[in-house]
């Protein structure tokens, strides 16, 4: 499978704890994006990157959130101290710059609850 | 307000029914529009762009109305297969070079036999 994969697929945890997860976006693409959804919601913004390099962050992005990108390949986003209102999807995408910038393509998201 | 505003539906129509999506959009320096489509617990996935002259792809056709800022999609002769969210989706001007889309909270469509 070329897809983006995401990586756990389902992740339930206790408020206050840490998790992390983990997007492997198609190899050739360099861009890659994380976004959140929420039920009932379309998709919102949260991080890019170009290559390693961490170019834009949301203001959804607090301080509880860290993204990185080693290398330009894979990528992790970590919550700490989890909130209930943390509980949403989290989607990946990935995109090359040889192709339109609006099409991007989706992993299948982690879907998170915190209880 | 929300950038992106779309009726959430449900619209539920029968097969072979003609079905038309709006969207509107707050930036009127937005440059791109795009519409994705969102399967029950699955990614989105990018269904059409949509060009200030209108495009069709098979059944589904696209519009943009620059000075209303509004985004059409219209599908005819639904399908089963049809049943899915719409996803309206504009690019972000201030991060054209991001690729930052900014998605509408999306239509829900549902087709009956």
């Known amino acids: 499978d070329t897809g983006v994969s995401q990586n756990p697929r389902h992740k339930i945890t206790k408020r206050g704890q840490n998790v992390t997860f983990r997007c492997d976006p198609i190899s050739e693409h360099n861009r890659l994006y994380w976004y959140r959804q929420t039920l009932g919601q379309g998709p919102e913004f949260l991080t890019y990157f170009q290559n390693e390099a961490q170019l834009e962050k949301s203001r959804l992005l607090s301080d509880r959130f860290s993204a990185e990108r080693p290398k330009g390949s894979f990528s992790t986003l970590e919550i700490q101290r989890t909130e209930q209102g943390d509980s949403a999807m989290y989607l990946c995408?990935?995109?090359?710059?040889?192709?339109?910038?609006?099409?991007?393509?989706f992993g299948p998201g982690t879907r998170l609850l915190v209880l | 307000r929300k950038e992106v505003e779309q009726d959430p539906g449900p619209f539920n129509v029968p097969e072979g029914a003609t079905v038309a999506f709006n969207c509107t959009y707050s930036?009127?320096?937005?440059?791109?529009f795009f519409w994705y489509r969102q399967d029950c617990r699955k990614e989105p996935k990018l269904l059409m762009s949509v060009y200030s002259s209108g495009n069709e792809d098979g059944r589904f056709t696209a519009q943009l109305n620059r000075a209303s800022q509004y985004i059409s999609l219209l599908i005819r002769d639904s399908k089963l297969s049809d049943s899915a969210t719409y996803l309206c989706?504009?690019?972000?001007?201030?991060?054209?070079?991001?690729?930052?889309?900014?998605f509408g909270q999306g239509t829900t469509l549902q087709v009956k036999p």
């Open positions: 930036n009127s320096a937005s440059q791109s």
């Open positions: 989706v504009v690019l972000s001007r201030g991060s054209s070079n991001t690729g930052k889309l900014i």
């Open positions: 995408a990935s995109r090359t710059e040889q192709w339109r910038v609006g099409t991007q393509y």
